[in-house]
């Protein structure tokens, strides 16, 4: 009913920047927090930075002066800036959401496929 779509991962030097989109799409009656999670290989999936309908932001500790996500609620998007990167940043970088669907009117928490960053000389 509802998809994330995230676009944007690829390889990318050290000190190097990239920016993830994730676009919601599907039978949306409203969006709650969205959020960018990563999973390092081998290790559990975290959150990187999450942010409210009205804007209100969260950050990892270890990417907090580096990454900076923002939202458009017009077109259903988040976006990650990415800057500074380094090789313990790579990961796959899911996109989440919770959206009530206009089709039932129920909650659901809703994850994207996951666009992998790499950062490697």
């Known amino acids: 009913q509802v998809q994330l779509v995230e676009s944007g991962g690829g390889l990318v030097q050290p000190g190097g920047s990239l920016r993830l989109s994730c676009a919601a799409a599907?039978?949306?009656?409203?969006?709650?927090?969205m959020a960018w999670y990563g999973q390092a290989q081998g290790k559990q999936r975290e959150l990187v930075a999450a942010?409210?309908?009205?804007?209100?932001?969260t950050y990892a500790n270890n990417v907090k002066g580096r990454f900076t996500i923002s939202r458009d609620n017009t077109k259903n998007k988040i976006y990650l800036q990415m800057n500074s990167l380094k090789p313990e940043d790579t990961a796959v970088y899911y996109c989440?959401?919770?959206?009530?669907?206009?089709?039932?009117?129920?909650?659901?928490?809703?994850w994207g496929q996951g666009t992998l960053v790499t950062v490697s000389a």
């Open positions: 989440n959401a919770g959206v009530v669907s206009s089709s039932d009117y129920r909650y659901a928490e809703v």
């Open positions: 599907g039978r949306i009656y409203s969006i709650d927090e």
């Open positions: 942010i409210t309908n009205v804007g209100i932001t």
